[in-house]
């Protein structure tokens, strides 16, 4: 099943262009990566998805064109997490959770028994249940993420887009955020789309690619289409290895 469909999709701003007729179809129930260089267009990309800018050519979700769904039916199926997430000083993790309810009643309508469900089924999802009456602010960036994610998970929307939802974080937290969105889009059923820097985790963490460079699509394909040499040194402009671990996953390698 087609999640995106986009037909010569183009994206310009004073002097400039950011997406270059970009046509592909972006598969659902998987995590798909959007990956490449610093200015390649990968967020632009995912804006458009997130109805957050608009473009040129022709963009459809679950068959049904970006214009034609209403904004409340798209905040039902899809949630939208920015590279930068709004100031959330003061707030107990519960609150923001609950955030994530607001397209099924507004800001004035109360809490059911089913919103209070979704916020704490959301919570145990993503594994953030025990800060519940935490201060948001109080928590490390992998524990933020997560809580950020509960939300988006409370919202209880089919696809998540995801802005480089791991640049800020050590090690440890970007295999912990990746982890779970890998689990919930391979055993829950979600799609996801996701901005990322870093090759070898997309590699790792996503099941299907889609690499841009100079606001033009290079690759759209599987994690062993982007693992080769040659592709790297298109994508990236620079020479790599690709490299074997034990466990037979590639890993890539700056020369």
């Known amino acids: 099943m087609t ?3 986009l037909r010569n999709l183009a994206v310009d701003v004073p002097g400039r262009r950011l997406l270059d007729e970009i046509t592909l179809d972006l598969p659902a129930g998987q995590a798909v990566a959007l990956i490449g260089h610093n200015g390649s267009g990968k967020s632009t990309l995912l804006k458009v998805l997130a109805r957050q800018i608009a473009g040129t050519g022709s963009v459809s979700f679950e068959g049904r064109a970006l214009s034609d769904w209403p904004a409340r039916d798209y905040a039902r199926r899809l949630a939208f997490l920015p590279q930068t997430t709004p100031p959330a000083e003061g707030m107990l993790v519960r609150e923001l959770v609950a955030l994530g309810r607001y397209p099924w ?3 004035l309508g109360r809490f059911g028994p089913g919103d209070h469900a979704a916020v704490a089924e959301a919570m ?3 594994g953030v249940t025990p800060f519940a009456d935490r201060l948001v602010d109080t928590l490390s ?3 933020r993420q997560r809580v950020w994610l509960a939300m988006m998970v409370a919202q209880q929307a089919g696809t998540l887009l995801l802005d480089e939802p791991i640049s800020a974080l050590d090690i440890a937290h970007q295999v912990e955020v990746l982890s779970l969105v890998q689990r919930m889009c391979r055993e829950l059923g979600r799609s996801a789309v996701i901005v990322l820097h870093e090759v070898n985790m997309a590699a790792r963490f996503c099941d299907h690619v889609v690499a841009l460079k100079g606001g033009r699509l290079v690759l759209q394909g599987t994690p062993a289409d982007l693992m080769t040499p040659p592709m790297l040194q298109k994508i990236y402009g620079l020479p790599m290895q690709v490299l074997s671990k034990p466990d037979g996953a590639p ?3 700056p020369l």
Request: hydrophobic fraction near 45%; charge should be negative.
């Open 105 to 107: 009643h507004g800001a």
């Open 124 to 126: 145990a999802e993503c």
């Open 251 to 253: 890993i890539a390698i």
């Open 141 to 143: 960036g992998g524990e």
């Open 3 to 5: 999640l995106f469909s």
